[in-house]
């Protein structure tokens, strides 16, 4: 995989094509997680603060103050406010919960299609070998 985001371009426009080898990292990747589906749930942490939490169950409304809720349920947070550890600055933190928690089922989802794609073409308007 890349060291940094953007670095798979080639300078122009478009990115370049992803090799198989990439396909098959970013699915070593997607396979070791925990297995999905992900949901975005709102909960408190023990200052009654917010906590955006990434969950392998569904969010219940209630909005469950730790120690109300199973930590072992959850992937990942954002925000964690107190103590102040995850509140990234653009405080965008639903999106990135919804965003972490899509990517579980849809990255798999798209390299699929990207192999399946690669295959109707064989590659050979692709400019890259296999």
Not at 36 to 63: E, I, K, Q
Request: aromatic share 6%; glycine share 6%.
């Amino acid at each position: 995989m890349h060291a940094r985001p953007g670095d798979h371009h080639s300078g122009a426009d478009e990115p370049e094509p992803l090799t198989d080898d990439e396909l098959d990292e970013i699915e070593r990747i997607a396979d070791s997680a925990t297995p999905g589906p992900w949901y975005v749930r709102h909960l408190d942490d023990d200052f009654a603060m917010n906590l955006v939490a990434v969950s392998t169950v569904c969010d219940t409304g209630l909005g469950e103050r730790w120690p109300e809720f199973d930590h072992e349920q959850s992937v990942a947070a954002t925000p964690v406010q107190q103590p102040r550890y995850v509140d990234v600055a653009d405080e965008r933190w639903d999106a990135n919960a919804r965003f972490i928690a899509m990517a579980r089922e849809e990255i798999p989802r798209l390299t699929a299609e990207i192999r399946r794609l690669n295959g109707l073409l064989g590659n050979k308007e692709l400019g890259y070998p296999r």
